[in-house]
């Protein structure tokens, strides 16, 4: 059975990169020149992960943002003949394609569902300068990215495309190389591939040479909860004519158009080597909040001021890290860094107002709200490194919940744009506002206990709560799925709870929130040492060990329904919140060292590969810290050893560079903090010690001290640390805590080729 699932996979994956590669030729067209920047920024590269089979991809664009900007404005690309139904890139992007349909506003960073994608702009010229454009092929020897900026070379509509962003606007440069009519297609009925659009109007003022817009989405997530307006205001700067458009046909000399394909053709005469600049803002709220954002951050300022403004900000926001490191390893920590600071999104309009979850317009005065936050995914270790050099997005992330679970009425798990996506399970914001609490960040302590009990205790909140507190875990026979992977979160997040209720004096529901933490322990099967599916009947349920469930979402099976995008050895290691008590189970740490040992023994072999098997897959979430669990049985050569293997062998410089889906920068910040040489016991305010793979660092902390990192001898050979010291002081265990760091300092690696 493994055998042939494994087989078909294999050879559909093959059949499509096959057939795109015979079909999708190359194109020719224009040299595009990157304008790099002088700072650490030059050494980012937004193509890494935007390629490799579908499901094992980083699902990452190269489009031109602002960090953490809401405007993500690049391409959305297909196969040919315009075919993009198939999910292969989520963000919009994918790196095997060689068409594109136009360029977009914004999209997701990383995750695994698609949406926005609104307001495409296609440039096109000559016979193909009409309403809805056909699809446009390019090459990638002729397309250039860098944060802040993308351009593409489009030989099929003879144009050379520039992209920059500003948090809330976006500025697209087209220069044409036709004698011929050439012409912008402004799609407002767009979205990306998977959802819908209703209500799409769009209106131009010829002699301003301005139009508004505005659309509802109905994406992936925004779908979900109803749908979420969206606005925008343009400027061009250069005469045009207008025809209108709607499913019903051209309307010539028609400046509006309203319904299902309403969009307008921009064209413009006489611009061949003459620059056009269309300039866009964007707003959830309106469309004079959409032209205010554009004025307040572009103003007057040109393509090339925007851009070296946005690259500013982007050496800014990265040198917070600053490291000696071969320029490969440059290369991969900046692009990581960059990638985590891609979402959360500011949904905060420059005059303070925000789109809530109750779909009214509130006013942000003290802070940034921030949405996009994909917390399933982040809480792992994306926010402890917020906390760590951009401790204000912290703080804005934490406030921004607050106000989603006062306007909508719960506690979100993977909050999206204006509304809760309610993607994955649990409450995984019990553990952020849990370990924000230990590592000192500001929060209203109060408020967030208040929204973590009754997100916990509802079923509204937490799927399942009655039969959780009634058995003690989920029994697999009353749950419809996830009934492991769900015990071993409701768990932790219950650990998590108990913090913020010690926090605010609640003693006795933080006694009996840690007694609930232990309930992980009643999927622990002894005889198989697994955590294993359990009916009402205390009887045990089926357990495969040899696969992943990915291929339930494939074939449509439930073979694997009581664990979640994994195997049971891949969510075998999953007690977070009490790693001792879990190496316990195994009845000493020498037998929990030697299995997890043959379990990183059994990754994949190669990065991204089609089948990431039922061993060590750094590429999900249930397996980000395994490599670390090792420091919990006196081991900590193993987590050195494993932690160097995995930077080596499982990140790239590739297109195909990470091994999964970044989900808003999770894989990227394990890379980081990895490379630095300790990695977040998310929920805690302690770090696992590992081995690092740059040579020196300097972090500048939210105290304003500053922690240097010193790598004596490191090298590839050299993986295992000799000794560590902070401030002179030797390291007599693999753990440091947030305070220490905060201390700045040294913190001294000596790096040997000899286990210790």
């Known amino acids: 059975m493994l055998r042939i699932l494994r087989a078909v996979v294999a050879l559909v994956v093959a059949a499509q990169l096959l057939f795109g590669a015979l079909l999708n030729g190359g194109a020719g067209g224009g040299e595009v020149t990157k304008p790099v920047s002088d700072g650490v920024s030059q050494f980012a590269d937004p193509f890494i992960g935007t ?21 993500r404005l690049g391409p959305d690309t297909c196969a040919v003949g315009g075919l993009a139904k198939i999910k292969t890139n989520t963000s919009g992007y994918y790196y095997e394609h060689r068409h594109l349909l136009g360029f977009s506003l914004s999209r997701l960073s990383g995750t695994g569902a698609r949406d926005y994608g609104m307001f495409r702009v296609t440039p096109a010229a000559g016979s193909g300068c009409k309403p809805q454009p056909a699809a446009l092929a390019f090459s990638h020897q002729n397309e250039a990215a860098t944060p802040g900026y993308y351009a593409v070379d489009l030989p099929g509509a003879a144009v050379q495309c520039e992209m920059t962003a500003t948090a809330h606007a976006g500025l697209l440069r087209c220069t044409f190389r036709t004698e011929k009519a050439a012409g912008l297609y402004l799609d407002a009925a767009a979205c990306l591939s998977g959802g819908r659009t209703e209500n799409a109007e769009i209106t131009a003022d010829p002699a301003a040479r301005s139009l508004t ?26 005469p045009a004519a207008v025809t209108a458009h709607t499913a019903a046909g051209d309307l010539p000399g028609a400046a509006s158009a309203v319904g299902e394909d309403a969009g307008l053709l921009l064209q413009f005469d ?27 951050e572009v103003g007057d300022q040109s393509f090339d001021e925007v851009l070296r403004s946005t690259q500013a900000q982007w050496d800014a926001q990265l040198g917070a890290i ?30 303070g107002d925000y789109r809530g979850f109750d779909g009214a317009t509130h006013t942000a005065a003290d802070f940034t709200y921030r949405t996009d936050l994909s917390l399933w995914d982040t809480v792992r270790n994306v926010h402890a490194l917020y906390t760590l050099i951009a401790p204000e997005i912290q703080q804005d992330c934490l406030q921004s919940l607050l106000c989603m679970a006062s306007q909508g009425g719960l506690l979100p798990r993977w909050p999206q744009g204006g509304g809760e996506s309610g993607s994955m399970f649990g409450n995984p914001a019990n553990i952020l506002f849990a ?31 009655e039969l959780y507190k009634e058995y003690g875990y989920l029994p697999d026979d009353l749950t419809a799925r996830y009934s492991v992977s769900k015990t071993l979160e409701y768990a932790w997040e219950d650990a998590a709870a108990a913090v913020l209720a010690e926090a605010t004096g609640e003693q006795d529901a933080a006694d009996a929130l840690r007694t609930r933490a232990q309930n992980y322990r009643n999927l622990w099967d002894a005889d198989t040492q697994y955590f294993r599916p359990r009916n009402s009947d205390g009887s045990w ?25 994994g195997s049971a050895r891949q969510w075998r290691w999953s007690a977070l919140h009490d790693p001792d008590g879990m190496v316990a189970l195994f009845g000493s740490k020498e037998a929990f060292a030697r299995e997890l040992n043959a379990f990183m023994e059994d990754a994949a072999p190669t990065l991204g590969f089609i089948d990431p098997g039922a061993g060590y897959w750094i590429g999900n979430q249930h397996d980000l810290h395994t ?130």
């Open 270 to 296: 006489g611009c061949k080597g003459k620059p056009i600049t269309l300039r866009m803002g964007l707003s959830f709220v309106s469309a004079e909040n959409a032209k205010e954002n554009l004025l307040a």
């Open 51 to 71: 390629g490799g089979i579908p499901w094992m991809c980083g699902m990452l664009s190269p489009a031109a943002a602002a960090p953490f900007g809401c405007v």
């Open 435 to 465: 370990e924000s609490y230990l590592k000192g960040v500001p929060f209203d302590l109060e408020a967030a206990y208040a929204a973590v009990t009754t997100a916990s205790e509802t079923e509204q909140g937490r799927e399942g709560i």
């Open 541 to 565: 349920g089926r357990m495969i060990t040899g696969m992943t469930s990915f291929f339930d979402d494939i074939f449509g099976t439930d073979i694997f329904k009581a664990y979640c995008e």
């Open 322 to 351: 600053a490291i000696d490191a071969d320029d490969e390893t440059k290369t991969v920590f900046y692009t990581a860094l960059y990638h985590a600071m891609l979402m959360p999104t500011d949904f905060t309009d420059v005059n």
């Open 627 to 756: 490599a670390y669990l090792f420091n919990h049985a006196d081991r900590p050569d193993l987590t050195q050893k494993w932690v160097r293997w995995t930077l080596k062998n499982r990140f790239s410089t590739a297109p195909e560079g990470l091994d999964g889906n970044d989900d808003g920068g999770t894989l990227s910040s394990w890379y980081v903090f990895s490379a630095l040489g300790f990695y977040p016991i998310a929920g805690t305010d302690r770090y696992w010690l590992g081995s690092p793979c740059v040579d020196s660092a300097a972090l500048t902390l939210p105290n304003g001290s500053t922690l240097r990192i010193e790598a004596k001898n490191q090298s590839e050979r050299n993986v295992y640390v000799a000794a560590v010291t902070l401030n002179g002081t030797a390291l007599t265990e693999p753990f440091l805590t947030h305070a220490q760091l905060l201390e700045g300092g040294t913190l001294t690696f000596t790096m040997t080729d000899t286990p210790n």
């Open 213 to 238: 817009a505005q659309v509802t989405l109905f994406g992936v997530f925004s779908g979900r909860y109803g749908g979420l307006p969206a606005y925008l205001y343009a400027e061009w700067d250069a």
